[in-house]
T-cell receptor, first 114, second 113 residues
Framework: DTGVSQNPRHKITKRGQNVTFRCDPI?????LYWYRQTLGQGPEFLTYFQNEAQLEKSRLLSDRFSAERPKGSFSTLEIQRTEQGDSAMYLC????????????FGQGTRLTVV | ELKVEQNPLFLSMQEGKNYTIYCNYSTTSDRLYWYRQDPGKSLESLFVLLSNGAVKQEGRLMASLDTKARLSTLHITAAVHDLSATYFC?????????????FGKGITLSVRP
């Protein structure tokens, strides 16, 4: 395990469908983050976990979005009833659970809603 | 609400010349990160700056942090084509354990011969 892994890398879905993304963090990292990035913008924070606990959610995370990290290892991000505005790159990152460390990002899942 | 501003948003650089790009942020923080992103790719960590006056160098890039001015600079020495990418700074406003990052919009650098 050499980095953060995300699947799938690309997803095209029809509006109204549900989608689920998976993130496998670096194995010893306790913290896991989800970000969303749209074209020409920096990543925007969505939510983060410390082990299995979801500690913070952004106001960007509407009730159609849900994230889980059931055993404190991999995480899933589900979007229900997708809308065209959900089209973006969804990035996962992980870090060690103490101060002064940086987060390492996965390759991202690019979602296109048609 | 924390705001992170980067300028300029786009910079065309001539090969071999020196340039400086800036990152300003709106709240107290002594933790700032620089990331690089190539088109269609994820973010690669470049520098972690953890205190006032911190300076880090890697190859042709040097980053510094002035927490009193709430400013970080990324200096590019003798630009080369390989440095063409988008560079993001990100700030962690918390003083405790590592938490979330707020990113700027990024600065796209393009190096021309």
């Amino acid at each position: 395990d050499t980095g953060v892994s995300q699947n799938p890398r690309h997803k095209i879905t029809k509006r109204g469908q549900n989608v689920t993304f998976r993130c496998d963090p670096i194995s010893e990292h306790n913290r896991l983050y989800w970000y969303r990035q749209t074209l020409g913008q920096g990543p925007e924070f969505l939510t983060y976990f410390q082990n299995e606990a979801q500690l913070e959610k952004s106001r960007l995370l509407s009730d159609r979005f849900s994230a889980e990290r059931p055993k404190g290892s991999f995480s899933t991000l589900e979007i229900q009833r997708t809308e065209q505005g959900d089209s973006a790159m969804y990035l996962c990152a992980s870090s060690l659970n103490f101060a002064l460390t940086e987060a390492f990002f996965g390759q991202g899942t690019r979602l296109t809603v048609v | 609400e924390l705001k992170v501003e980067q300028n300029p948003l786009f910079l065309s650089m001539q090969e071999g010349k020196n340039y400086t790009i800036y990152c300003n942020y709106s709240t107290t923080s002594d933790r700032l990160y620089w990331y690089r992103q190539d088109p269609g790719k994820s973010l690669e960590s470049l520098f972690v700056l953890l205190s006032n006056g911190a300076v880090k160098q890697e190859g042709r890039l040097m980053a510094s942090l002035d927490t009193k001015a709430r400013l970080s600079t990324l200096h590019i020495t003798a630009a080369v084509h390989d440095l063409s990418a988008t560079y993001f700074c990100a700030v962690d406003p918390r003083t405790g354990a590592n938490s979330k990052l707020t990113f700027g919009k990024g600065i796209t650098l393009s190096v021309r011969p």
